[in-house]
Every structure is written in C-alpha cells, then in structure tokens.
C-alpha cells in the first residue's frame, strides 16, 4: 500500500491550499484516514481526521479554517486549507488505517509529506 500526498507549495499569509492524498495497492477498506503535520523543531502533530462515516475531528488551531473530506471510492483523502497562518508552515503528512486482508485487519500506513510553506 502507498500513500501518495500531493498539494503542498508556498503561499501567502491568508491564502488557500488543497492537499490530497490518494491510497493504493491491494485495498479493500480503509477506516480513518487523516493529516498530520510536523514543523521544524517539533513534534508531528494530528491536523485533522475522518473516519470511513465522514465524522471529522480537528485540531483546535485549525478550526474553522482547515476543512478534512475523502472520496471513498477514490480512496483519497483532502485537506482544504484556508486563512493560512506562518504558523502552518509545516511537512505535511497523509495517514490511513487500510484492511489490505479483506478479514478487518487494519494497518497504519503513511504518505512521504508534502511541505506547505506560508510565508509572504
């Protein structure tokens, strides 16, 4: 299984970005899927999940800006993020709990990071 992130780049402070990240390989179910993201110095941190039902969760300096969806039959994953701050200058990273089995054994996998950089 691989999880391929893409989306990230600079842009400016108040600006919007999309990232996506797309599952593949022998799939036959993916449960949570979700970003993370780590900024220099520190650690990697939960940015925003949805689980297979689309309930969300967020992190709280993201709310209301940052806004988590997937595409189940795509097995992809999308991050829109928008009123970017400095402070969300970080790699971002896509995760997923995937059945490759097809009897409910899930493992964690992890998309290489795509770097978001707000800067004006």
């Known amino acids: 299984v691989q999880l391929q992130a893409s989306g990230g780049g600079l842009v400016q402070p108040g600006g919007s970005l999309r990232l996506s990240c797309t599952a593949s390989?022998?799939?036959?179910?993916?449960?949570?899927m979700g970003w993370y993201r780590q900024a220099p110095g520190k650690q990697r941190e939960l940015v925003a999940s949805?689980?297979?039902?689309?309930?969300?969760n967020y992190a709280d300096s993201v709310k209301g800006r940052f806004t988590i969806s997937r595409d189940n039959a795509k097995n992809t994953v999308y991050l829109q993020m928008d009123s970017l701050k400095p402070e969300d200058t970080a790699v971002y990273y896509c995760n997923g709990d995937v059945d490759t089995t097809r009897w409910g054994l899930y493992s964690n996998y992890w998309g290489q990071g795509t770097l978001v950089t707000v800067s004006s």
């Open positions: 390989g022998s799939i036959f179910s993916i449960k949570s």
């Open positions: 949805i689980t297979s039902g689309r309930q969300t």
